[in-house]
């Protein structure tokens, strides 16, 4: 069965840098496009990106280039999301999802609830 | 303010029919034969309803449906069950990147 397995929430304070992780499995993880969503609280969907794991490719949404990095580890089928100073606005929920197409998402993670406070 | 425009809310009673719209805010959104949906409750992680306009993914109830004309794609879901609460969500493309519409609240009365 197709799984991707998220790592756990993170309470961090701004500036502090963070990367968290979704572990897939069940499938080739080499050959599908992985996208990051997010949900701030309160709020809708958010498409952020998506990332190429074969070749490690990147797509950002624009209004999110520069203020995350997208990367993988083929090694272990693992995708990660990092930042290098966050900031209270980064708040959310995150989910990385395997793409069917490039609207459809057919396998979710558990998501990953990020929370940045001081 | 998504390029992709729900109603925020709709109802209905058990049994009825209710269709939730999504409509494309701007010229730059794509073929919305490649739209989505998504249904999502609270505490859950959102579950792919429907792709490509008006494909069904494998074990998802045929009282869901989708369909689509010109800039509006929409989401009919059939024979309502109390189950079917949730937020729901469309998914269309702007070039080689994905956007999601604002959000429809589903209330089964």
């Known amino acids: 069965d197709v799984q991707l397995v998220q790592s756990g929430g993170e309470v961090k304070k701004p500036g502090e840098s963070l990367k968290i992780s979704c572990q897939a499995s069940?499938?080739?993880?080499?050959?599908?496009?992985i996208a990051w969503v997010r949900q701030m609280p309160g709020r809708g969907l958010e498409y952020m990106g998506i990332?190429?794991?074969?070749?490690?490719?990147?797509r950002y949404s624009p209004s999110l280039q520069g203020q995350v990095t997208m990367s993988v580890d083929k090694s272990i089928n693992t995708a990660y999301l990092q930042w290098s100073s966050l900031k209270a606005s980064d708040s959310a929920m995150y989910y990385c999802v395997r793409l069917l197409t490039v609207t459809a998402f057919d396998f979710w993670g558990q998501g990953t609830l990020v929370t940045v406070s001081s | 303010q998504s390029a992709l425009t729900q109603p925020a809310s709709v109802s209905g009673s058990p049994g009825q029919s209710i269709t939730i719209s999504c409509s494309g805010a701007s010229s730059g959104v794509g073929d919305f034969n490649l739209v989505s949906w998504y249904q999502h409750n609270a505490g859950r992680a959102p579950k792919l309803i429907i792709y490509e306009g008006t494909e069904r993914p494998s074990g998802v109830s045929n009282r869901f449906s989708g369909s689509n004309s010109g800039n509006t794609a929409s989401l009919t879901i059939s024979g309502l069950q109390p189950e079917d609460e949730a937020d729901y969500y469309c998914c269309s493309n702007v070039g080689s990147m994905a956007v999601f519409g604002g959000g429809t609240k589903l209330t089964v009365l």
């Open positions: 069940g499938y080739n993880f080499n050959n599908k496009w």
């Open positions: 990332i190429y794991p074969g070749d490690s490719e990147t």
